[in-house]
């Protein structure tokens, strides 16, 4: 049996999500004659974040799955907010996530002028009418969940001055906040949102396509639904937050006589210690709390691209979250062991040494350079194999030696012995400090017979360590991210301002570290498992061939301390 027919029968055998039980169930009922056409539609008023690329995962993954196809339609009716910048990320960031919007590429804006005649052709029917109250009037006549609102004056308006004032707003001839159309639904209606919501409000912003064409602008749930089934968008799905909206949606396609486009909700992503909301992580950005919207801190798939994160670990990630009708909170750790598991069967090996001290060779001669065999991954076996120079003078890292240690010290310190990675057993004899007790160099002798692969020296040591060989070292800086809140409710807990639980020690940025002569020429995209330190990725914004900058994507293993 190949792979692919393994994955296949595995796949088969996990349960139906709900999602899955309706589309088939459609499909089998000839509904829309058995055609899948979901759409993903982002608002371009910021970058997208891991909890987009689960809802990403699931409309291009289910579409496929059912042999349909995805539109990609940015949402972009609010013009003040919006710019062509995040229109760019959004496509950057489901094309790195391994999905193509094989229905095409859409914007809201490509719909306004039927939109508007949307609206024209609710105004006819007397299902829509120019309201030129205030917003806190409007605000205070909504009532209360049980209390039923009070009708705005002007919502007995004939349709024909309707007509001619919402003529006017497009025409440009109020002032912003003078009038806006509200849909004439049910003012007592229990849901409070079908209580004549405002479909259309002036503003006079140019709008990154349509520059000063439209001065009115439709609100997003007037357009989503109409949109929707302008496409002829068969499942619409959408996160659980708009399970309230589903009424207006079908209020709105009814009335107007379209294609029944049906909305399905389900469970957004929500994890510990991350926050979501863009206009949140804006003000990060904006206070200089991050480097960016593609910091390698942030929830956002281009952090996390930066970061080292793979679209493999976060496609298996959101598998794995999988799809649910009610909201919890997942632990970040998932995301993490999602990358471990991904990076450890595919990253190439190297030793990087970071915070580096000599380790002097004594018995080997000075200027002898002898080039050893290490295998690339020893979870790959066709990954194969690099050199690696060996020579009298080693970095090693600082907190590998001690002079005190108990009997659980495996690593080097007097009297012990310790294997160097892929090379030789060395024996302890002696170290050099400075002024204030500082180790500054460690002295031993290579064990005969002990290389690694051929070792026939009888000597058994408990601890291996990595190291880098001086006369070949590339220096580089290496940032080590953490987690960017200490809280794991960032927006909750005795503090809910999510300013106030940023974790002071996120980022770390080591100096002089020393790498392998193989790391030299390393590529922005590809992510290396230092030995014994976690998976790190050269940086795409700070590295420059004379000056190699690497960011940790995760440690080896989960070692937060909340």
């Given at each position: ?342 990076l450890n069967r595919r990253a190439p090996r190297a030793m990087a040494v970071l915070n580096p001290i000599k380790l002097v060779v004594l018995n080997v ?198």
């Amino acid at each position: 049996m190949s792979n692919q027919d393994a994955v296949e029968g595995d796949e088969s055998k996990k349960p139906l999500n709900f999602i899955e039980q309706k589309i088939e169930a459609d499909i089998a009922n000839g509904k829309n004659g058995g055609q899948i056409l979901t759409r993903f539609p982002p608002e371009p008023n910021g970058y997208l974040h891991i909890g987009h690329a689960k809802a990403i995962c699931v409309s291009f993954g289910l579409a496929a799955k059912y042999g349909g196809i995805t539109n990609l339609r940015f949402d972009d009716t609010n013009p003040e907010k919006e710019s062509v910048e995040y229109v760019d990320a959004i496509r950057r960031d489901v094309t790195w996530l391994g999905f193509d919007w094989k229905g095409g590429e859409y914007y809201t804006s490509d719909y306004f002028g039927k939109l508007y005649e949307f609206a024209l052709q609710l105004i006819d029917q007397g299902q829509a009418y120019v309201d030129s109250q205030t917003a806190e009037e409007m605000a205070s006549q909504k009532g209360a969940p049980g209390m039923p609102g009070t009708p705005s004056p002007h919502r007995d308006r004939g349709i024909e001055e309707n007509r001619q004032l919402f003529e006017e707003m497009k025409a440009g001839k109020h002032a912003e906040g003078s009038y806006v159309l509200r849909a004439r639904i049910d003012m007592a209606n229990d849901n409070m949102l079908l209580r004549d919501p405002v479909i259309y409000r002036i503003k006079f912003i140019d709008h990154h396509r349509t520059g000063k064409d439209w001065v009115i602008y439709p609100m997003y749930d007037f357009a989503h639904g109409q949109s929707d089934s302008i496409e002829g968008i068969t499942h619409s799905l959408c996160s659980l937050e708009f399970e309230n909206h589903r009424p207006l949606y079908n209020w709105f396609i009814e009335s107007l006589g379209i294609f029944p486009s049906e909305q399905t909700e389900f469970a957004r992503l929500n994890l510990n210690y991350t926050i979501m909301s863009k206009r949140k992580l804006l003000r990060l950005v904006e206070d200089d709390a991050v480097d960016g919207w593609d910091d390698p801190r942030m929830p956002t798939i281009s952090g996390l691209r930066r970061r080292g994160y793979t679209p493999e670990a976060i496609r298996e990630f959101a598998d794995r979250v999988g799809v649910a009708k009610r909201n919890n909170t997942i632990d970040v750790s998932l995301l993490e062991w999602a990358l471990r598991d991904d990076l450890n069967r595919r990253a190439p090996r190297a030793m990087a040494v970071l915070n580096p001290i000599k380790l002097v060779v004594l018995n080997v001669p000075s200027g002898e350079v002898e080039w050893l065999q290490t295998d690339n991954n020893p979870e790959d076996p066709e990954a194969g194999s690099r050199t690696l120079p060996f020579g009298r003078e080693l970095w090693m890292e600082a907190d590998d030696f001690k002079v005190d240690v108990n009997k659980k010290w495996f690593r080097l310190a007097p009297g012990r012995t310790v294997r160097l990675k892929s090379a030789y057993i060395v024996e302890y004899v002696n170290h050099v400090e400075d002024e204030q007790g500082q180790v500054l160099e460690v002295h031993v002798n290579r064990v005969a017979n002990s290389k690694s692969g051929e070792d026939t020296s009888g000597v058994k040591a408990k601890g291996t360590l990595h190291w880098v060989a001086a006369s070949h070292a590339v220096t580089s800086e290496v940032r080590l991210y953490d987690r960017l809140f200490m809280s794991a409710d960032p927006e909750g807990g005795e503090d809910a301002n999510f300013m106030n639980n940023l974790n002071p020690d996120s980022l770390q940025i080591l100096s002089g570290c020393k790498l392998e002569p193989s790391l030299g020429d390393a590529a922005v995209g590809t992510v290396y498992q230092f030995t014994r330190l976690g998976y790190f990725t050269v940086d795409s914004k700070y590295s420059k061939p004379d000056k190699l900058v690497f960011n940790r994507a995760v440690t080896l293993k989960d070692g937060w301390k909340g």
